[in-house]
């Protein structure tokens, strides 16, 4: 899987649920159940509680237990990263993600905030991804 260059099909697992993960936050809270997994057809505990974002940690192929981590803005010479990403597009085997990063205000549950810093990566070199509770991210 991670020396496949072919960027024009995509057809492995982590595709398979980011596009799931995609079509759930484009569309937020469908009436469905599922188990509680990373393709689950709603996003939060219930559709009751809204939620717009299914946050994702993902590993490379290469980089073992360690997750791949990215500047939480757009500056060269940034050094705060995050490895809390939001799916923002799919485009192949090509994912768009928006870097998340913890949110300090202590007024709110919510645990993440969205920055405009974004990365984009090539599914063929992804070999984990873990998925996040749902949660609202502020400035979508």
């Known amino acids: 899987m991670c020396n496949n260059i072919d960027n024009t099909s995509c057809e492995n697992c982590i595709a398979d649920i980011l596009k799931v993960i995609l079509l ?3 569309s937020v809270c469908p009436n469905d159940s599922c188990l509680e997994t990373c393709d689950k ?5 219930s559709c009751t509680f809204f939620c717009n974002t299914r946050p994702i940690v993902l590993y490379t192929c290469g ?13 060269p010479t940034e050094t705060v990263t ?7 597009k799919l485009d192949g085997c090509c994912a768009t993600c928006r870097v998340l990063t913890p949110n300090t205000d202590p007024t709110t ?17 992804v070999c984990s ?10 400035c979508i």
């Open 109 to 125: 549950t919510f645990p993440f905030m969205a920055t405009n810093s974004f990365f984009t990566i090539n599914l063929n070199c």
């Open 129 to 138: 991804l873990r998925c996040l509770d749902d949660t609202f991210v502020e």
């Open 41 to 45: 057809g709603f996003l939060g505990q």
């Open 63 to 75: 980089g073992g237990n360690t997750p791949v981590t990215m500047p939480i803005s757009k500056s």
């Open 24 to 26: 759930l936050q484009q």
């Open 82 to 88: 995050s490895s809390v990403f939001r799916l923002e």
